[in-house]
């Protein structure tokens, strides 16, 4: 079983940036992929990006070169950092964990509870 909170979320104005970071218990973290996806009001929850086993990283069209994630085992904390913000990256943000990486949510295991981002125009 693993658990996984994020925090990092809050409010900001378009162009500015924001690293979101997700805890996770268990000493397995190393063995999983870190995705991150976001569901904003109304829609389905959307693939962002993930970080393999091996740090290996891919992102959603939307994101590229605006946002990157990386992992550092020795903390069990996947980060997701956020670069030139748009008002259309408002959502809640969701760190997920599996054994695969992948961009489909099935593909996930394990969820955090979520960290709210909202971007002023």
């Known amino acids: 079983q693993v658990q996984l909170v994020e925090s990092g979320g809050g409010l900001v104005q378009a162009g500015d940036s924001l690293r979101l970071s997700c805890a996770a218990s268990?000493?397995?973290?190393?063995?999983?992929?870190m995705g991150w996806f976001r569901q904003a009001p109304g829609k389905e929850r959307e693939f962002v990006g993930v970080i393999s086993r091996y740090d290996n990283c891919y992102y959603a069209d939307s994101v590229v070169g605006r946002f990157a994630i990386s992992r550092d085992n020795a903390k069990n904390t996947a980060f997701l950092q956020m670069n030139s913000l748009k008002p259309e990256d408002t959502a809640v943000y969701y760190c997920a964990a599996g054994r695969n990486g992948a961009s489909r949510r099935a593909e996930y295991d394990y969820w955090g509870q979520g960290t709210q981002v909202t971007v002023s125009s």
């Open positions: 268990g000493p397995t973290f190393s063995r999983y992929a």
